[in-house]
């Protein structure tokens, strides 16, 4: 399979950034193809809710033009993209939300009839860090993600959380282990 993974931490040896690293690791392990977007270092610009994407439904159709376009046209390429973030205030960094309002251009006429997405069909995952518990910190970026699947016609292919991550790079003593398992159910 292809997989795209997107990292939206500016760290790029912290935790979210280790973690996506050992999921990429069991990935090329099992024979897939991956490749890293470090999201911090694209120029992806908000979205202007100009709504001309919604002119088409074949193409991103974008009247924006930086990096956003070819990260989702890597996205829509793919079998499967993994998202990842810390957990900034009960959000998304801003690189991953940038990119996910982007991605409103993917998506023509939701909620009717005729509801039609580039995305459609593919699997998806989301792997999220954080300093607190889950109830405390990512309930709300996982519940955001599912509502995303549905936008997007794609598959939930899994979601992982690591609580009580520190700055100096503590993690959870089975983030490991979790990440390996993720990654095989990525792709199951």
């Known amino acids: 399979m292809k997989i795209v993974t997107l990292l939206g931490s500016a760290r790029t040896t ?3 950034a280790t973690i996506l690293g050992w999921v990429e690791d069991e990935l090329r392990t099992l024979g897939h193809d991956i490749e890293r977007i470090n999201l911090t270092k694209k120029n992806i610009k908000p979205c202007l809710g100009c709504a001309k994407c919604k002119e088409s439904e074949t193409e991103i159709n974008c009247v924006q033009k930086d ?4 990260i989702l046209q890597k996205m829509i390429d793919a079998d499967v993209t993994v998202f990842s973030s810390p957990t900034y205030f009960w959000g998304y960094t801003a690189s ?3 990119l996910m309002d982007r991605s409103w251009s993917l998506v023509t006429n ?5 509801h039609a997405s580039l995305l459609e069909g593919k699997r998806q995952g989301v792997i999220l860090t954080g300093g607190s518990d889950y109830e405390n910190n990512a309930e709300g970026l996982v519940f955001a993600f599912n509502k995303l699947q549905g936008f997007y ?3 939930n292919a899994g979601e992982l959380f690591a609580g009580k991550c520190t700055i100096d790079g503590n993690r959870p003593e ?3 282990k979790r990440a390996i398992t993720f990654a095989r159910n990525l792709v199951s």
Not at 67 to 70: F, L, M, V, Y
Not at 110 to 114: I, L
């Open 67 to 70: 990096d956003a376009e070819e």
């Open 96 to 98: 991953v939300k940038a």
């Open 153 to 155: 016609k794609t598959q």
């Open 174 to 176: 089975d983030a490991e």
């Open 110 to 114: 939701y909620k009717k009839p005729n």
């Open 14 to 16: 912290g935790n979210t």
